[in-house]
């Protein structure tokens, strides 16, 4: 039984199989996902690398501290079921209850009360209890392992309450776990363990992470010590964030930015914000969605959406059917409900890693948590967001404002002296898309008449000229539209490989005058399909930033950098005629 | 060892210099012993000189006087100012 449908998976689904060799069963919790099995074989990657196998902590110890952080968070469902699970593994009762009873200074317990404190009162957690499992004699892979099995047991907890499976087994009854003291941030510098160097190039998953996210997250570094988690975790990224089928990659990371965001997590508020840059969205709603996603103009289902994520991380005790039921009737189907669910799981997993491992943000984060705002209180309220230097954040003011300000003052005149700064260069983006020169004047006239008429609309998040860039972009790809001479703009990068491998001459601009040579790269860059042709304008004609290039095509960054590449590698191979050497190749 | 399909994954980085130094020297190291990639990575890098030296697609001059008042007269029109 759970709140949402389940579909029959086949006899020999790969997890399940392995689920029945594992515990003689299919618990409730995963049966109740089937309606995304790709979910399913994550959670089986992320359960047999953290949990199912013997590493440097036994199989008895890592689930006693699933047990003891499902009692902690009060969730029957997981209770039960690592109770009984100890039970199994040869457990006596008595030692059980041993194992529950609230700290009593043995190693055993220290393992626990690290756990829970992570778990369950992240506020108290810091560099200190680090050093005291280190102070027991346990090595810093054990300590990963003590960390990452209480992250594997926030997940299953929130997992187990959104679904709202009910126990196989008779729960044990709850205890209650002294409180600690706050500690200060200071005190925290990270990240706390060691960690094995790993480079992009020899270490598949942070190739993975350095193709989809730009960059490889601190978090996984810190996490080398066990590999095959990592690989793991990779797995689990690819299956449940960057699938695109139920929910959008957006309202993902929405889930990710909101929920991080009030569980105090500055560190992956840092990286979810760069998330959500990387797919277009402003630096402003990125901060607007983290500090109250209600005031973010969202479509008001994706609010409800957050809004049910915020309080099933938060206040998990309070999750009911009526809840999901909120969902649908707000227009999700029963898969987009499970997927935002897991997602919530995903995030407080997540959370709970970078709390235990102490990592630092990857880049300097623009919103922090002020410390005095990192309390032991239990409430809902929305922990209030402190931008971090804004006038770091600022680069260089656009000299363009200036005279926009004349303009939107009234001053039409004034207007004149942007068409005369810009026009050049928007006509150089037009003529490299339409190749002919009177269509390219007659759009350039659009360009600034729509720039004209939108300018109140001109908000200053990028410089003018990338703003007048993008209006140029989307008024070439109608003009090519109106004339069919457009192959899709998004369809699938397909490789590119170099095929002629001749050696160029060393100047091959000698060879041409510059009219020739000028009219020859017209002519190639024109040949190029359209989506490789716009990066390499963008980029290499007008010279934008990665960044900013991303935002007027509306692509991520890493897609951006994928395509921008391809379409050099293309234009060379469409050059090497004209340049070559004579009779070299690589081979000769 | 990094093999030829990495050394082209990380040639766009390698290229707009965004590389960490660890990796840079990797590749660098390659491109020693490889003389097909380095064929690729020099033409390439040509070709990039290549095509922002050349002034593709630019407008001969300053935007000529003709246009710029086209576009104010029309701009003057749609806000009914003139």
């Given amino acids: ?588 | 060892m990094i093999s030829c399909d990495d050394f082209m994954r990380e040639l766009g980085s390698l290229m707009d210099d965004e590389l960490a130094n660890e990796i840079r020297q990797r590749l660098e190291t390659h491109l020693a012993h490889c003389r097909t990639c380095q064929v690729i990575y020099d033409s390439t890098r040509k070709t990039l000189k290549i095509v922002t030296e050349s002034g593709s697609f630019e407008y001969p001059e300053p935007v000529a006087e003709p246009l710029v008042q086209k576009i104010m007269g029309k701009i003057r029109s749609a806000c009914g100012s003139d």
Wanted: aromatic share 8%; glycine share 6%.
């Fill in chain 1, 1 to 588: 039984m759970s709140f949402l449908q389940q579909v029959d998976l086949p006899e020999g689904f790969g997890p399940f199989a392995a689920f029945r060799e594992t515990f003689g069963f299919v618990p409730e919790i995963f049966r109740a996902q089937s309606l995304l099995p790709r979910v399913i074989e994550a959670e089986a990657e992320l359960a047999n690398s953290i949990l199912f196998l013997e590493t440097e902590l036994s199989v008895t110890q890592k689930e006693g501290v699933l047990l003891a952080v499902a009692l902690a968070n009060r969730n029957s469902y997981c209770a039960a079921a690592h109770y009984e699970r100890l039970r199994i593994l040869g457990l006596s009762e008595q030692r059980l209850d041993g194992m529950m009873a609230a700290s009593n200074g043995s190693t055993e317990t220290a393992l626990l009360d690290f756990a829970i404190r992570l778990s369950k009162r992240p506020a108290t957690f810091g560099k200190a209890q680090i050093e005291q499992l280190r102070g027991l004699g346990f090595s810093d892979v054990q300590i990963l392992e003590v960390i990452l099995a209480t992250a594997l047991a926030a997940f299953l907890c929130t997992v187990a309450t959104g679904l709202g499976v009910t126990p196989e087994f008779a729960p044990p009854p709850f205890q209650e776990w002294p409180e600690g003291a706050p500690v200060p941030a200071a005190e925290n510098g990270g990240p706390y363990l060691s960690s094995i160097t790993r480079s992009a190039l020899d270490f598949a998953p942070f190739a993975f992470f350095r193709e989809r996210f730009g960059f490889v997250p601190n978090v996984f570094k810190a996490q080398t010590l066990r590999p095959e988690v990592v690989e793991a975790e990779a797995y689990a990224v690819r299956k449940i964030l960057l699938t695109e089928d139920v929910l959008t990659r957006f309202q993902k990371e929405c889930i990710l930015l909101v929920v991080s965001a009030v569980n105090l997590n500055t560190y992956c508020v840092a990286v979810h914000c760069e998330m959500l840059r990387n797919l277009g969205v402003s630096e402003a709603l990125c901060d607007q969605i983290a500090s109250d996603h209600h005031l973010a103009g969202l479509l008001p289902a994706d609010e409800q959406m957050l809004d049910a994520a915020l309080k099933l991380a938060r206040q998990p005790g309070e999750f009911r059917a009526g809840d999901v039921e909120v969902l649908r009737e707000a227009g999700f189907r029963e898969e987009q409900i499970l997927e935002a669910i897991v997602m919530t799981s995903l995030t407080t997993f997540l959370n709970t890693l970078q709390r235990g491992l102490g990592v630092v943000p990857d880049f300097k984060p623009r919103l922090v948590f002020p410390l005095k705002e990192v309390n032991l209180s239990h409430d809902f309220e929305r922990p209030r967001l402190q931008t971090l230097d804004p006038e770091e954040s600022k680069s260089e003011p656009d000299p363009d404002l200036a005279v926009i300000a004349r303009v939107r003052g009234g001053e039409t005149d004034a207007f004149e002296e942007l068409v005369r700064r810009h026009g050049q260069k928007i006509y150089r983006s037009l003529m490299g898309m339409l190749g002919n020169g009177d269509e390219a004047e007659d759009a350039l006239q659009d360009v600034f008449l729509k720039a004209f008429e939108h300018l109140e609309e001109f908000e200053g998040r990028s410089r003018f000229s990338t703003w007048l860039v993008r209006i140029a972009i989307n008024t070439g790809i109608q003009r090519l539209r109106g004339r069919r001479d457009i192959e899709s703009l998004e369809s699938d990068d397909e490789e590119f490989r170099p095929r002629n491998i001749q050696i160029w001459q060393d100047d091959p601009e000698q060879s041409y005058s510059k009219e020739e040579m000028r009219s020859l790269i017209e002519r190639e860059i024109l040949k190029l399909p359209v989506k490789y042709r716009l990066v390499l304008i963008l980029r290499d004609l007008e010279e934008l930033s990665s960044l900013e290039a991303a935002g007027v095509l509306g692509l991520s960054v890493p897609a951006l950098k994928a395509r921008l590449i391809r379409g050099r590698l293309m234009l060379r191979e469409a050059l090497v005629g004209y340049f070559a050497r004579t009779g070299t190749g690589a081979n000769a």
